[in-house]
């Protein structure tokens, strides 16, 4: 039976306490298995359904546009980083399920993390839960309640060991309207990891 590398761990930013949480997860991931950290912006956010691509800039105003938020992400996410220096930082101007998967393939990262801020969470215009399950790549989601509340997609959840999550326990996403069976990678629950 063959695995596959691990090389990269990506993140996609958001800037809420969840987001922290699932970054200091990353983290965490790349610092156990010295793998790089990509953290992952976009022009538009993928957890705002209600962003826009900016319009009628000039090509300098959007170049301008693109270094005040890469300097701004940076001087978030470098504080953050301590110490730790194989990190790397992307804004990603295409829509999230096109450059996730662009990175995907260039082997930025094999296993996506990202914050779950709430109930109802949107990604990408569906909801995250939906995102998550869709994505070819293992995906962990952190939060809403806790930074130990961990729910993984399939992909995932087949590597959970190498994840560092052999002694947590961990939830499937399900997704939003589906029925509650009961806990583990067949039978999706929602826990705290312990």
């Not at 546009?65 to 101007?93: K, T, V």
């Not at 293992?138 to 052999?166: C, F, Y």
Request: negative net charge; hydrophobic residues 40%; aromatic residues 10%.
């Amino acid at each position: 039976m063959s695995t596959f590398a691990i090389r990269a761990i990506g993140f996609c930013a958001h800037y809420s306490r969840q987001g922290d949480w699932a970054f200091d997860f990353a983290l965490r991931l790349a610092r156990i298995g010295s793998l790089r950290l990509n953290v992952f912006h976009f022009l538009v956010d993928p957890y705002d359904p209600e962003a826009r691509p900016p319009e009628g800039l000039t090509r300098d105003e959007r170049a301008a546009l693109a270094i005040r938020l890469e300097r701004d992400l940076r001087l978030y996410y470098d504080s953050r980083l301590g110490d730790y220096l194989e990190a790397g930082f992307r804004l990603c101007e295409d829509p999230e399920w096109t450059e996730l998967h662009r990175c995907l393939t260039k082997r930025e990262f094999q296993v996506l993390v990202l914050g779950y801020p709430r109930q109802g969470t949107r990604f990408g215009g569906v909801p995250i839960e939906e995102f998550v399950s869709r994505f070819v790549s293992p995906v962990v989601l952190v939060g809403p309640g806790s930074p130990r509340e961990i729910r993984l997609n399939p992909p995932a959840a087949l590597i959970s060991g190498r994840l560092g999550l052999a002694d947590w326990q961990y939830a499937s996403v399900r997704l939003p309207g589906s029925e509650e069976g009961g806990e583990g990678p067949d039978q999706p629950g929602i826990l705290e990891a312990q």
